[in-house]
């Protein structure tokens, strides 16, 4: 069974910090990498995908990957209250049994003014 | 505007009563989802379409039917429901499959068995 892990949280940062969300994941042939925010009661919705190693920015946030030691992370810049969400990692895995988009069971981020 | 739509957003039920929700995309996405989550859990695949009348098991099919004879719609079905099957329930759809491309959800449904 592929696996993704995410460290439950909660994670506590202040306004205007940096905050760092890491994900780790047991298939090593995953090469597709997505970040979900999920707002309480809410419907997840993406955030930042990246493939290649390294990093990607997009605004305040940084996706960083490295396949060879298995882990992506997210990088939230100056943190808002109003990004204070579950933040769900998911990684395509492959098997013999097809394709799967599999999610981490999240997150929680808290940003306190 | 682009979207997934799901009915109902909440519905109560007994078990063993049949119950459907639906599913619906106006983007003309190949690929369509059925997720449940539970605390704890996160986000669980129960079935899944790569096109019209193609589907196929994700991990937690048991219980749970679909079908897909339209592109736009996917629904879900529980022929009898029990009370284990209280969940939050998100459909999803994406471009095609396996992509590059995101997953977009509906809203949710949110069922209570009793």
């Known amino acids: 069974q592929k696996e993704v892990e995410q460290n439950s949280g909660p994670l506590s940062v202040p306004e205007g910090a940096i905050a760092s969300l890491n994900c780790t994941y047991s298939d090593r042939g995953s090469q597709s990498f997505f970040w979900y925010r999920q707002y309480s009661g809410k419907s997840p919705e993406l955030i930042m995908f990246i493939y290649s190693n390294g990093d990607k920015e997009d605004g305040r946030f940084t996706a960083q990957l490295n396949k060879a030691s298995q882990y992506v992370s997210l990088l939230i810049r100056d943190s808002q209250p109003s990004d204070s969400a579950t933040y769900l990692c998911a990684v395509i895995s492959a098997n013999q049994a097809g394709t799967a988009l599999i999610f981490g069971k999240g997150t929680t981020l808290s940003v306190s003014s | 505007e682009a979207q997934v739509t799901q009915n109902p957003r909440y519905l109560i039920t007994v078990t063993g009563k049949k119950l459907t929700v639906t599913c619906s995309q106006n983007m003309n996405h190949e690929y369509m989802s059925w997720y449940r989550q539970d605390p704890g859990l996160g986000l669980r695949q129960i079935y899944y379409s790569m096109n019209v009348e193609v589907t196929d098991k994700g991990d937690v099919p048991e219980g749970y039917k679909v079908s897909r004879k339209e592109k736009r719609n996917f629904p879900l079905i529980l022929e009898s429901p029990s009370p284990n099957q209280t969940s939050l329930y998100f459909c999803?759809?994406?471009?095609?499959?396996?992509?590059?491309?995101?997953?977009?959800f509906g809203n949710g449904t949110r069922l209570t068995v009793t």
């Open positions: 999803a759809s994406g471009e095609s499959w396996p992509g590059y491309s995101p997953l977009h």
